[in-house]
């Protein structure tokens, strides 16, 4: 399989349809199909790594970039100043699409510890 041969990497190239909210060069925000709470976005990197375990320093500007974009999007989609930002790590962290994504979070009350 390839870097980019995920379910992600296909909605990234347009085979998969998905209510993109945000997209720039070098990031794709797009609407969670099974939401976790009343606003659930997945935001991702275009070029495609695994998990966030794998990236090297050259990803520094990417990922801080996704994470402002992922407040400006939270902030659009009326979180307020109330979002959760998340990011599952491997398979037994509850990783099951191994491109990098970060889950925006918002709408509702979240509890600590989150699980």
């Known amino acids: 399989m390839s870097d980019n041969d995920t379910i992600f990497g296909r909605i990234i190239r347009r085979e998969i349809p998905a209510d993109i909210v945000y997209e720039d ?7 969670d199909v099974n939401p976790q709470a009343p606003i659930h976005i997945l935001i991702v990197p ?38 959760r930002l998340v990011i599952n790590n491997g398979e037994e962290a ?12 918002g709408g509702r009350p979240f509890g600590w510890p989150p699980g």
């Open 46 to 83: 275009k070029q495609p790594v695994a998990k966030l375990s794998d990236c090297l320093p050259e990803h520094r500007g990417v990922l801080g970039h996704m994470l402002l974009k992922a407040a400006e999007i939270a902030r659009q989609e009326g979180c307020g100043e109330a979002f």
């Open 25 to 31: 060069e070098l990031c794709l925000a797009f609407r």
């Open 94 to 105: 509850g990783q099951s699409v191994f491109h990098l994504h970060i889950h925006i979070l």
